[in-house]
């Protein structure tokens, strides 16, 4: 089968997006305000233009310059969103907020699916979480 392609759509929509988490039973609770007040949204689409999933970034409470990424797709695409242009993407969009680092955490939802891929793009793995320096 091959991979669907998705397409990234910066959103405020962010009602829609706690929705979904909840639906997807996302394992720590985002709220709408939570979402609107603290997360850079992106909704994450199929060729059909279906919402397939969410990744969005928050700024680290103890390294303001540390964005940390995170994710939740439908169950049948958890195992195939992650891809080099996907982290191209996060990469850029890192560096464009004024980033020196990006934190994924690997116990989120479906990241620990994609350790080795992250490893080669520069990741290294920190007791709980994945970090790549952007400098």
Not at 6 to 20: C, D, E, G, L, V
Not at 22 to 36: D, E, G, K, M
Not at 55 to 67: A, C, H, K, R, V
Not at 73 to 92: A, N, V
Request: proline share 6%; charged share 20%.
């Amino acid at each position: 089968m091959p991979r669907p392609h998705f397409t990234p759509h910066f959103s405020n929509q962010h009602q829609r997006a706690a929705q979904f988490l909840r639906q997807q039973n996302y394992p720590h609770p985002w709220s709408t305000f939570a979402l609107s007040r603290y997360a850079i949204l992106t909704e994450i689409r199929n060729t059909d233009e279906k919402i397939v999933g969410y990744i969005w970034g928050t700024w680290d409470n103890e390294s303001p310059d540390m964005l940390c990424a995170h994710a939740c797709f439908q169950p049948e695409y958890r195992g195939c969103w992650m891809t080099k242009s996907t982290i191209s993407l996060l990469f850029k969009t890192a560096q464009k907020l004024g980033a020196r680092s990006i934190r994924l955490d690997p116990g989120s939802h479906s990241l620990h699916l994609f350790h080795r891929l992250l490893r080669r793009f520069g990741f290294s793995l920190h007791d709980t979480y994945l970090l790549k320096n952007l400098e």
